[in-house]
């Protein structure tokens, strides 16, 4: 008779899988915010992840929040493609720091008033917005090698150079972060078409603007909503929608579409909570 093996205690399986680790996180990346971590277990090495969402929903700063936090434990080069420059981004930055996000501009400060601790994150910043992806790849490669960096950030998915590739963009950079073994986080808009649905308008996978072909090519997928902004007060349990960020899980690895919801209060990506 075939003898049957025990079920081993999850806790036993854990503390074997970390030591098999060497003690190291059970995963990769963080993503920044601690219950996205714990739903779908961070981001991982070779991944090309999607934060997007339509204006006002807080994108921007959401992303800028998660590179501060991921880059106190892994080198980040951040490239910003978006209308703001470099010294925009160094404001947006020291408001999440300073006085409980009010603004504070860098302009204003003396020498004397900037701190260490505003600017002990592990950040590289791409001074250049190229012309042709190929550039972006020497830029990545060159900070790969002498930075250690495992995270790049784009700000903006769609201002990135158009390529020759069947597949496009998708299809490069995640060879990219595949060949460099390394998390690529993209910054994105949804489609406005979210908001002639009508109903309570959260944006759906299928609005992201790029074609259902290239969805496998995308890793992870998070889109940010605010109900209040459309006027949706209550959720369907009659609960108070006030002040709420909901982060949607469009896409986790191989489950398409997930739609998994989470949600914390909007005040928290524009501070240093």
Same mark, same amino acid.
């Given at each position: 008779?075939?003898?049957?093996?025990?079920?081993?205690?999850?806790?036993?399986?854990?503390?074997?899988?970390?030591?098999?680790?060497?003690?190291?996180?059970?995963?990769?990346?963080?993503?920044?915010?601690?219950?996205? $971590?714990?739903?779908?277990?961070?981001?991982?090495?070779?991944?090309?992840?999607?934060?997007?969402?339509?204006?006002?929903?807080?994108?921007?700063?959401?992303?800028?929040?998660?590179?501060?936090?991921?880059?106190?434990?892994?080198? @980040?080069?951040?490239?910003?493609?978006?209308?703001?420059?470099?010294?925009?981004?160094?404001?947006?930055? #020291?408001?999440?720091?300073?006085?409980?996000?009010?603004?504070?501009?860098?302009?204003?400060?003396?020498?004397?008033?900037?701190?260490?601790?505003?600017?002990?994150?592990?950040?590289?910043?791409?001074?250049?917005?190229?012309?042709?992806?190929?550039?972006?790849?020497?830029? #990545?490669?060159?900070?790969?090698?002498?930075?250690?960096?495992?995270?790049?950030?784009?700000?903006?998915?769609?201002?990135?150079?158009?390529?020759?590739?069947?597949?496009?963009? @998708?299809?490069?950079?995640?060879?990219?972060?595949? @060949?460099?073994?390394?998390?690529? #986080?993209?910054?994105?808009?949804?489609?406005?078409?979210?908001?002639?649905?009508?109903?309570?308008?959260?944006?759906?996978?299928?609005?992201?603007?790029?074609?259902?072909?290239?969805?496998?090519?995308?890793?992870?997928?998070?889109?940010?909503?605010?109900?209040?902004?459309?006027? @949706?007060?209550? $959720?369907?349990?009659?609960?108070?929608?006030?002040?709420?960020?909901?982060?949607?899980?469009?896409?986790?690895?191989?489950?398409?579409?997930?739609?998994?919801?989470?949600?914390?209060?909007?005040?928290?990506?524009?501070?240093?909570?």
């Amino acid at each position: 008779m075939k003898k049957f093996s025990k079920a081993i205690p999850l806790k036993k399986v854990l503390k074997s899988v970390v030591e098999k680790k060497g003690g190291r996180k059970l995963f990769d990346v963080t993503s920044g915010t601690e219950v996205i $971590d714990l739903t779908i277990g961070g981001f991982r090495f070779g991944e090309v992840v999607l934060i997007a969402g339509r204006p006002a929903m807080g994108t921007t700063m959401y992303i800028l929040k998660s590179t501060l936090r991921i880059s106190k434990t892994t080198p @980040v080069l951040f490239c910003s493609l978006d209308e703001y420059s470099n010294r925009g981004m160094v404001n947006r930055i #020291i408001s999440m720091y300073k006085d409980g996000g009010k603004s504070f501009f860098a302009d204003n400060m003396e020498k004397s008033e900037i701190k260490d601790e505003y600017f002990d994150e592990n950040i590289f910043v791409c001074e250049t917005t190229f012309t042709s992806i190929e550039e972006y790849i020497l830029q #990545i490669a060159h900070h790969v090698r002498k930075n250690k960096v495992k995270v790049v950030v784009f700000d903006s998915f769609e201002s990135l150079p158009k390529t020759n590739s069947t597949h496009g963009i @998708v299809a490069v950079l995640k060879e990219i972060a595949e @060949v460099f073994n390394i998390t690529i #986080i993209l910054g994105g808009t949804v489609d406005k078409s979210c908001e002639k649905r009508g109903g309570d308008r959260m944006p759906r996978l299928k609005d992201i603007g790029i074609g259902a072909h290239l969805f496998p090519l995308l890793d992870v997928v998070l889109l940010l909503y605010r109900p209040e902004y459309y006027g @949706v007060l209550k $959720d369907v349990y009659g609960n108070s929608n006030a002040g709420q960020l909901q982060i949607i899980i469009a896409k986790e690895r191989h489950i398409i579409p997930n739609e998994q919801t989470v949600k914390f209060p909007f005040y928290e990506i524009i501070t240093n909570k």
